[in-house]
């Protein structure tokens, strides 16, 4: 039985045997409580009550001994869930997570908000800065937590690194550009085109630079800046104009007025939360973090 179906067990006995009575009591009705029993005592080849004249009476021997058992694993479960409740509403004080702006926005929209009103004991401190900044903020520990771009550039002797989500590197473009046409771009198709790009304090500035390289391809950076809505803005308005974010923003904020183009061989967007290894977590960092790390498994 299940826990569910150990209060109805207790609850049959408690209420003298009466069905109907702990039926209504239960909310559920009289068959399918009489079916629980039968389905019970027929798959582990057992009986737990005695009956008369087809009525429970009363309970077996091995009903009386599994009535106590039942009554003790209530009652623990019922401690263990206040407990858990005690243990979480015990948690206050201040957590610090850096998240770059782009990611706040696309990964972290729904997630974040929810921690916040779940905890209303913690102060959260979010700290919107690029990935590069925030590596070196939890290197100085500035921050408790940051939310960095794989690779984070730092050794695993020195941080825990836990994906929590997993794309690719997009080009996005007036539908007027002269490679709106293509189905799939190449990094020599972007060579000597007008750029938009993340300014150096974000990780993905320094991992398209790389990248560019790489391929011996070398646009024409226009415009550098730190907000993604204005790069993704500025390519709507010149047709001369692309930049490069990450792939699911076209899919979460989908518009007619804008293109855009996976890349062949792309840079990997793998968002990564992190923390510096420690003898000793605090309760709200480890709490803060195993919340995360749940809310993205979920």
């Not at 939890?138 to 408790?144: C, P, R």
């Not at 989500?165 to 709106?180: N, Y």
């Not at 007025?257 to 309760?283: A, E, F, G, M, Q």
Request: charged content about 20%.
């Amino acid at each position: 039985m299940d826990i569910r179906h150990l209060r109805y067990f207790i609850a049959i006995v408690d209420n003298d045997f009466n069905l109907s009575r702990t039926s209504q009591h239960l909310y559920i009705s009289q068959p399918a409580l009489s079916m629980m029993i039968n389905d019970f005592e027929k798959r582990e080849a057992i009986q737990l009550f005695k009956r008369a004249q087809g009525k429970i009476i009363g309970l077996t021997y091995v009903g009386e001994n599994y009535y106590h058992d039942a009554k003790e694993i209530i009652e623990k479960y019922n401690n263990m869930n206040h407990n858990l409740r005690k243990i979480t509403n015990k948690i206050i004080g201040n957590i610090t997570i850096g998240i770059p702006p782009l990611v706040l926005s696309v990964v972290f929209s729904e997630i974040m908000p929810h921690l916040i009103l779940n905890n209303p004991t913690i102060n959260f401190s979010i700290k919107e800065q690029g990935a590069y900044v925030l590596k070196n903020e939890l290197l100085m520990e500035n921050i408790d937590l940051a939310v960095l771009l794989y690779p984070e550039g730092i050794s695993k002797n020195i941080i825990d690194s836990f994906e929590i989500s997993h794309s690719e590197l997009a080009v996005f473009f007036s539908p007027q550009h002269h490679l709106a046409q293509k189905s799939i771009l190449t990094w020599q198709d972007l060579h000597n085109e007008k750029m938009a790009i993340f300014d150096k304090t974000f990780m993905i500035y320094h991992q398209l630079s790389e990248h560019f390289e790489r391929h011996n391809s070398y646009p024409n950076i226009i415009l550098e800046s730190s907000s993604w809505d204005f790069l993704l803005n500025s390519t709507k308005i010149n047709k001369e104009l692309f930049t490069i974010l990450p792939f699911p923003i076209a899919e979460i904020y989908p518009a007619s007025d804008y293109v855009c183009r996976r890349i062949k061989d792309p840079v990997p967007w793998r968002v990564t939360l992190c923390r510096l290894r420690k003898n000793n977590y605090s309760n709200i960092e480890s709490y803060i973090l195993d919340s995360l790390l749940n809310a993205f498994k979920s």
